[in-house]
């Protein structure tokens, strides 16, 4: 049986290496798409604009020179604004047995400390930061991929080869220059997306996290350049938009699936934030996804 996703131990002991199964460019103008999963590994490249993906436990917002690696099966979704259309680069791939004298990836952990610590860290998905490396690199790969010359199979592995390692490298180059308080900031995440359905306040967000209030408002406002409420705010209105989109609940119905105490309060916030009332949203969204014929 063939490896399945980043971190299956056959990796580190067989002989496989990366098989494309995709790889597109592809400009989003105004688009959801709802929670899902596939086998293939995917890295989704935001060459230009911003996107949001949101999976079991956290919302995240990429924007240009922003990359994630989403490993097998990991649920995610994608929207895009249509007033933020977003141009991304996406590239699929699984884990076949060695064919030809290409480098396995057991051969490159050997030879690439920053892999074999990615392969041994089961982080579902990684977000990052590029300085253009990446993007170099994923960019020729598709270009060959789409050339289909004689020989391409070489070049094809060994820029895949090359990729998966600067990827690594990056992650590496992140961890390295975390700044102490992260890890308090992603338990602070975690928190409020796993009881952002019940009434919070920061003094709870920091028993949970052992920190003073003042101090823990202090690092989240320097690290998400946004307060604990307004993230909370945030996250709470990201989840009645889908709820408006995906199902059929009452509008009125909806502050208590997200926390929000009263009905006037939450048709307030959510216009404030998203410019139309809660009904009227749900009604865009429905014309969106069946116009008029």
């Not at 996703?5 to 496989?16: E, H, M, N, Q, V």
């Not at 051969?107 to 041994?120: K, T, V």
Request: aromatic share 10%.
């Amino acid at each position: 049986m063939e490896p399945h996703g980043l971190y299956d131990a056959k990796l580190r002991t067989g002989d496989y290496h990366p098989r494309i199964a995709a790889y597109y460019y592809k400009q989003w103008n105004g688009f959801q798409m709802a929670l899902h999963a596939h086998k293939p590994v995917e890295i989704m490249y935001v060459m230009s604009g911003k996107c949001k993906i949101e999976t079991d436990t956290e919302t995240l917002r990429l924007k240009k020179g922003d990359l994630i690696l989403l490993d097998a099966e990991v649920r995610h979704s994608l929207e895009v604004e249509e007033s933020h259309p977003c141009r991304m680069l996406n590239v699929e791939f699984t884990f076949t047995e060695q064919q030809g004298a290409y480098p396995t990836l057991k051969e490159l952990c050997a030879g690439d400390g920053a892999l074999g610590e990615l392969l041994d860290s089961g982080r579902p998905y990684v977000v990052l930061r590029d300085s253009s490396e990446a993007y170099t690199v994923l960019k020729s790969l598709v270009l060959e991929l789409g050339e289909k010359q004689e020989g391409d199979e070489w070049m094809t592995h060994l820029l895949m080869s090359q990729l998966l390692v600067r990827i690594a490298r990056l992650v590496k180059e992140a961890k390295d220059e975390e700044r102490p308080y992260d890890s308090y900031i992603r338990n602070c995440v975690k928190f409020l997306h796993q009881n952002y359905d019940r009434p919070i306040q920061v003094k709870d967000v920091a028993a949970e996290v052992n920190l003073h209030p003042s101090y823990l408002q202090r690092i989240f406002k320097e690290s998400m350049d946004c307060t604990v409420m307004d993230y909370l705010t945030g996250l709470r209105i990201d989840k009645a938009m889908m709820l408006l989109t995906h199902t059929d609940l009452p509008v009125h119905d909806i502050p208590e699936y997200i926390g929000i105490s009263t009905r006037e309060y939450f048709s307030a916030v959510f216009k404030k934030r998203v410019g139309l009332a809660p009904g009227a949203y749900r009604k865009s969204r429905e014309l969106f996804h069946h116009p008029a014929r």
